[in-house]
């Protein structure tokens, strides 16, 4: 059996130990025996490693580094969520890197490229709002209620087959027609594609960066503005209340001038990004937008292109929330009142 150096130390520190136990005048004996063995032995055990190949080229350490590489990678982890084959789920994976210092290469580590998603997904999940979204997909997306549902799960299939070049989503109309549950479902696709995901809901989210972030207004955009791939919610959402709809202003749904410049800050840099993906539902469509802010809506239109710019239209007509409600209500009274099984979709709850 081949002995370490380390070894062979301690066991002469062991007989060394044994040998106090003898008398004062035998010990000088069996100290000098013990050197004597001591050295032999360090003499061989050099002589041995000197025979050993060792790793001499740098092909070879790169290879010697592979195999150490190869070895780790292959172990499973156990990260919760979607099974990662590339890092066995640990999140982290080896690759040989050259350390010119040492001309030698060192098993470096390095984030697995699902991280990004798999944490995009848990901070979803954390959310209020996630649980909710992680049920909304496109396969369970309504399509019943005519031709127009149909055409925007098609265009949103084909978006997400490319959304990686950099493409923009917009669909703007009516409350209730399904335009969040589209928009996350698109989330749910390029989750699976490893595309970290910011969701924005932008009733609350803008209104905590107007009020509340103002010492620190741009360090609180950061998130938004560099998201890989950001979904805003209900942009520039009409806030009505009973006070301004009975009042004689004919711009009641205008936007203020915080939220403008505020939807503007994170629209353009994400346009001037070409790279990142933004997905944007709104009850206004893009001309509505113009007359908001002409240069806002420009930059939305140009990155959209022309095939994924929806329009619902037909304000009030498409709200499926609203139907599925008015048709409950109109039941007969006589009796218990039954709901009709066809008019619940849970998929729908808050959508």
């Known amino acids: ?84 084959e590339k890092c066995k789920s640990k999140g982290r994976v080896l690759r040989p890197v050259f350390e010119k210092l040492y001309n030698d290469y060192a098993a470096t580590s390095f984030p697995c490229r699902c991280m990004p998603a798999r944490l995009a997904k848990q901070r979803l999940l954390l959310s209020g709002i996630g649980p909710m979204l992680m049920k909304c997909t496109l396969d369970n997306f309504d399509t019943s209620q005519g031709y127009w549902q149909n055409s925007m799960k098609t265009d949103a299939a084909k978006f997400v087959t490319m959304a990686h070049q950099g493409h923009w989503f917009y669909i703007g109309g009516d409350a209730g027609s399904g335009k969040s549950h589209l928009c996350a479902g698109i989330m749910q696709e390029l989750l699976r594609l490893e595309m970290s995901c910011t969701w924005m809901d932008w009733v609350d989210d803008s209104t905590r960066a107007i009020s509340g972030w103002r010492t620190e207004y741009d360090a609180a955009l950061d998130p938004w503005r560099r998201a890989p791939v950001l979904i805003i919610d209900d942009f520039l959402k009409p806030i009505r209340s009973a006070r301004n709809s009975n009042s004689n202003n004919g711009n009641n749904n205008l936007p203020k001038e915080e939220s403008l410049k505020l939807a503007y800050s994170i629209i353009n840099y994400r346009y001037n990004n070409p790279r990142l993906v933004t997905i944007i539902s709104s009850e206004h469509n893009l001309e509505t937008l113009e007359g908001f802010d002409k240069a806002m809506a420009s930059r939305i239109e140009h990155r959209c292109g022309p095939d994924f710019v929806l329009d619902n239209g037909k304000a009030g007509e498409r709200n499926v929330r609203y139907r599925y409600q008015f048709k409950i209500e109109k039941q007969p009274a006589a009796g218990q009142l039954q709901i009709p099984e066809e008019f619940i979709d849970e998929s729908l709850a808050g959508v």
């Open 1 to 84: 059996m081949v002995q370490t150096l380390g070894q062979i130390m301690d066991q002469a520190q062991s007989r060394r130990f044994h040998a106090g136990r003898s008398a004062r005048s035998s010990e000088d004996g069996l100290s000098q025996m013990d050197a004597s063995v001591l050295l032999t032995q360090i003499k061989q055990r050099m002589e041995e490693l000197q025979q050993e190949k060792q790793p001499e080229t740098l092909a070879e350490k790169r290879v010697a580094c592979q195999v150490e590489c190869d070895s780790y990678n292959q172990r499973e982890g156990e990260l919760p969520g979607d099974y990662c």
